[in-house]
C-alpha cells in the first residue's frame, strides 16, 4: 500500500477550478500536498497555500530552453518556485526550432547549465521531464528516460534530476532498465493513465485505472530505486471539469490507494 | 541524389482512389512501384498490378499477434503477398491485451517464430515495424526501432528484418546508434513528416518537407546501413483525398527527389 499523505494533487487536474478554489478543496478533502502550474499563480498564492497548511511538492514549469528569452523566464521559474516552498521545478525541455534534434538537445543541456547555480542558490532542484514522444515537435525534445537520466548525470549535482510521469514513459521496452540505475536521480514522480482509445495528444489523459498503465509495477521500479516523495497526480482532460470537484478528489484518493497495489 | 526508381507509393497515401485508379494514375506518372494494403486488394489485383508493368514493394499488413486468429489470418497475409510479388509482409505486432506489455511482446516474438516458416516457404521476408510510442495502446507493443532489431536478430534468419518508418522512429535518441547495427536488418523505409502541430494520432502525417523530419539525414543513416531497396511513400492524412490525384502524384514525386539532397 502506498502512504495516502504521498499523494500531491498537481492543479493542472483542476485547472478549471482556479488556484484558490483548489487549495480550499484540497484541504477540505484531506490532500495535503499540491503542485501548481505557473499560470495558476497570483502575488498572493504562495501565502495561500502556506495558509491552508499545504505542502507545494513542485512547480511547473520551467524550461523551454530553445525558445528566445528562455534564461530569463527559467530565473523567475525559479524565483517562483522559491517563493512557494517547491523544492521541485518542473523542465519541458522545449521542441527543435528547425529539423534538427541533435541541436535542439545540446541547446537544453546548455540552458541547464547555465540555469543550473541560479537554482542550487535558490534551492531549488530542477527537475528534467522527458515527455512522451508524441510531443517532440511542440513541446520537448527530450523524450526518453534514458536520455533525459543521461543528461542530469552529465550535471552531478543535487539539484538535477529527472521527473517520471508515467505517461510519458510507461511505453519504453528500456523501463525497467533505466528505473534501475536512477537512484538518486528522481525528482518526481507523476501518475495518471493512457486511455484507450487516446484521441487527444495533449489533454486525453486518463485517471489511474482507466488505462493500460501497469502503475503497481511502475510504482514498485520507482520505489525499488529509492524514490520515497511525493507522488503527483496529474490528469490532463477536459472532462474532468463536468465533475463535481469533491467527488473528483474522493475519486482520486481512492484511485491513489491503488496505484501501490498488486493488480 | 535518390534515384526516382525507388519511389514506391504505398497506396494508403491514396486509399481513397481504390485499387485500381491508384494503378492507372501510378503508371501515368511514372511510378513503377506500388505497395498496397490488404483492404484494398480483390481476387484481380495481382493480375491487374502486374499487366500494369508494376512492382510491388511490401504489402501492408500482417501481425496482431495479440488478437485470437492471428495465426490463420497471417498466413492469408503472407499468401497473398506472395501472390502479388510482395518480398516484404509488414508486420504490425499488435497491443497488448491487457496492461503487460512484456506479455504482449512474448506473444509478438512466439507469433513471428511460428509464421516464419510459412513465410519463408513462400518466399515472403517478415518485416517487423516498430510505431510510434503514441500507438503502443491500439496497434503495436514495439515501439522502438531498437527493440525491433532486438526482435529480429533472435530469428537469424534472412526472412526477417524490419521496417524503417521515418514517422515512427525519427524521435529517438538512440536512433543513430540502432541504425549504425541495422545492416542486414532493413526491408523497408518508408517516408513521410511529421507535421507540427500534429493533431490526430493515426491520419495526421504530413508530405515529406512539410513537417520537421531531418528526411535526407535519416536516408543517409538508412543507406549507411546498406540498404539500396524501394522507398515507399507513405502519408495517411485524409486531406490528400483534397488534392487532385494526378497533382498530388506528381508533387510527391517532385518531393521524393529532395529526400535524398543536403537539408
Given at each position: 500500500m502506498i502512504d495516502p499523505s504521498r499523494l500531491s494533487l498537481n492543479l493542472m487536474t483542476v485547472d478549471h477550478l482556479g488556484l484558490a478554489e483548489a487549495v480550499e478543496r484540497c484541504t477540505n478533502a484531506g490532500i495535503g500536498t499540491v503542485a501548481p502550474w505557473?499560470?495558476?499563480?497570483?502575488?498572493d498564492s504562495a501565502r495561500r497555500i502556506r495558509d491552508a497548511g499545504l505542502a507545494v511538492s513542485s512547480l511547473c514549469r520551467g524550461g523551454?530552453?530553445?525558445?528566445?528569452g528562455a534564461d530569463d523566464d527559467n530565473r523567475r521559474a525559479v524565483d517562483e518556485a522559491a517563493e512557494l516552498g517547491a523544492p521541485v521545478l518542473v523542465l519541458v525541455c522545449g521542441p527543435p526550432t528547425g529539423k534538427d534534434l541533435d541541436a535542439a538537445r545540446t541547446t537544453i543541456a546548455a540552458g541547464i547549465e547555465r540555469l543550473l547555480p541560479y537554482a542550487a542558490d535558490h534551492g531549488v532542484r530542477l527537475g528534467i521531464e522527458p515527455l512522451h514522444p508524441m510531443m517532440v515537435g511542440e513541446?520537448?525534445?527530450?523524450?526518453t528516460l534514458g536520455e533525459a537520466l543521461a543528461l542530469a548525470r552529465?550535471?552531478?549535482?543535487?539539484?538535477v534530476g529527472v521527473v517520471v510521469d508515467a505517461y510519458h514513459?510507461?511505453?519504453?521496452?528500456?523501463l525497467d532498465h533505466h528505473l534501475a540505475g536512477a537512484a538518486g536521480l528522481i525528482a518526481a514522480y507523476h501518475v495518471c493513465d493512457w486511455l484507450?482509445?487516446?484521441?487527444?495528444?495533449?489533454?486525453?489523459r486518463g485517471l489511474m485505472?482507466?488505462?493500460?498503465?501497469?502503475l503497481p509495477r511502475l510504482t514498485a521500479l520507482v520505489e525499488a530505486a529509492g524514490y520515497d516523495g511525493a507522488i503527483e497526480v496529474e490528469v490532463i482532460n477536459p472532462?474532468?471539469?463536468?465533475?463535481p470537484p469533491d467527488e473528483l478528489l474522493a475519486d482520486i484518493k481512492a484511485r491513489f490507494a491503488r496505484i501501490g497495489s498488486a493488480p
Open positions: 505557473r499560470h495558476q499563480l497570483d502575488g523551454f530552453f530553445t525558445a528566445p513541446r520537448s525534445a527530450i523524450v552529465r550535471f552531478d549535482s543535487p539539484h514513459v510507461f511505453w519504453d521496452p528500456e484507450v482509445p487516446t484521441t487527444d495528444l495533449l489533454a486525453g485505472g482507466d488505462g493500460i498503465i501497469d472532462a474532468l471539469a463536468e465533475v
